[in-house]
Structure formats: C-alpha cells, structure tokens
C-alpha cells in the first residue's frame, strides 16, 4: 500500500514536468520580435551629428509588459547577432533606450540588437533577435572652408561677382550671406555661385554643412562695389618686347662691334643717298 502511494506521487511529479514542458515549448513557440522597432534620433544607414542613439519599440505580439521580464539589448558594430543563454546580458526593463555618447568621423556602423524575454517558470524564453542599422555618428566638420573670387580682384564696378566656394569633407550644402552667419538659405553645394552686390564695401559670410550636420565657417571676405569705377582691360594692352640680360649683352656687343668697323673705315654718300662702308685695304 505505501509503495503505490509512493508511484502515485512519482506520476503526478512527471504529469506536472510534463505539463510545464508542454508550456514551456509553446510559450518559446509563440514569443516573437519586438514590434515598433526605431530611433527618433537617427536614421537607418545616414550619418548623423546626434551623439547619442534614443530606441524605441513595443512587446511582441500577444504579449504584455506583465507577460515579459524584459529584453536584452545591445549597441555594437556587428551587423547580426543573437541572444542565448550563454551570451545573454543583464535584463533591461523599459521600452526606450538611450546609447552612450559616440563622436569620430562616422566610419564606424553602429548596430542595435534586442530580443525580448518573457517570465515562464522555471526557464525564462528568450525571443527572436531583432537589429536596427546601421546607424553612422559624424561628428566631424568639414575643414579649410574658403570663399574667393576670381584673380582675387574684390574691387568692382559691376553689380554681381562669381565667388569660389569650397571645403574639405564632402560639403553638401553653403549658406551665404552678406549681414552674418547663419541669416540665410541653405541651398545645395556649389563650386561657383553668382551673388549680388550693393554698392559700397560689404563683407560676405558663407557657411558649409556636410550630410551629417557638421557646420563650419570661411573666413569672411570682404568685397567693394563702385560702380564709378574706371578699369582697364590689361589684356588690351600690347606689351612692347623686351630682352632678357643675354639679349642685352648680345645687342650691346653688335652695336660695340659696328662701331669699331665704322671708325676705321670711311662711309661714302652714293648719288640715290645710300651710305657705303669701305673697307681699307
């Protein structure tokens, strides 16, 4: 009699073991990704100057947060990953997530990896692995921005002038102004650009910004409008030919040379005026 007690007990601990398997394997079945998975701070595969990366996201299908212990969540730069039992870090509780602070030139993907675990007894589940990126932080602005104009001729008499634009750093857009930086449009990045003038002597302000949000400012260049001004065509001018040092030695020496001939020998008027050298004997 005690030993069928005994095998009564032994069963109904298997009965509930396999119960609880039964549970365990369609809890793992039906736990999936995270829903709603994004940044409000930065954008899938585009550079950005924001330092730190905010995540959002929902539970997975069918599941609360009082069904879930929580998620398991990283920032790397491995494009795939996935959570197990063996690499599975602390458990984090909320649905938002703010990185740490990156900088650098944004050479460097970074990837967001999360998988949610819900709170099964005895062996909580861990769900599919789930990433968000890449993501790129550009902290880096561009450098030796410049503005000029042609021969460096900042004096004019006419009411518009070219400038030359540039920057190192892949500049995508300029902002130019002739009152300060920062009061103008941005507009897409040119190597020449047409501006206006006013008359009388202003200053021109042009900022360059690359794809990530990076700023920075030229000098400003100073530029004087006359429209009274009196210019002459330089290359309307016709030079008059010179001789370079040996030129010189060579022609002084000829000129030398002659002399001496003339002097000792007699020069002669002929009847149509020309002049003969004689030469003596």
């Excluded at 458990?91 to 944004?106: H, M, R, V």
């Excluded at 009061?183 to 690359?210: A, I, P, S």
């Amino acid at each position: 009699m005690k030993i069928l007690k005994n095998n009564n007990i032994i069963y109904l601990f298997l009965i509930i073991n396999f119960v609880v398997l039964c549970g365990y394997n369609n809890a793992n079945a039906d736990l999936g990704e995270v829903t709603g998975l994004w940044s409000p701070t930065h954008n899938d595969n585009e550079p950005s100057s924001v330092t730190r990366i905010r995540m959002e996201w929902s539970c997975p299908d069918g599941y609360t947060d009082s069904s879930l212990s929580g998620y398991l969540i990283s920032y790397t730069s491995a494009e795939s990953h996935t959570y197990t039992y063996s690499n599975m870090p602390e458990i984090y509780n909320s649905k938002i997530s703010l990185s740490e602070e990156y900088s650098g030139s944004g050479d460097t993907p970074i990837y967001f990896h999360i998988a949610a675990v819900d709170n099964t007894f005895p062996l909580s589940l861990i769900g599919p692995t789930k990433t968000f990126g890449p993501m790129f932080i550009d902290t880096e602005s561009p450098t030796n921005a410049f503005v000029n104009v042609p021969d460096n001729e900042t004096t004019t008499n006419e009411d518009k002038i070219t400038l030359i634009l540039g920057a190192d750093g892949d500049p995508r857009e300029m902002c130019i102004s002739n009152i300060g930086y920062g009061n103008c449009t941005w507009e897409l990045f040119t190597d020449y650009k047409t501006f206006l003038l006013e008359q009388g002597e202003q200053t021109v302000f042009v900022q360059y910004r690359d794809k990530a949000g990076n700023i920075t400012n030229a000098n400003p260049l100073t530029i004087i409008y006359n429209p009274s001004l009196v210019t002459t065509d330089i290359k309307s001018i016709h030079s008059i030919p010179t001789l370079n040092e040996w030129g010189i030695i060579i022609f002084l020496s000829i000129l030398i040379l002659f002399s001496i001939i003339i002097m000792k020998n007699k020069v002669l008027r002929s009847a149509d005026n020309r002049f003969w050298i004689v030469i003596k004997s």
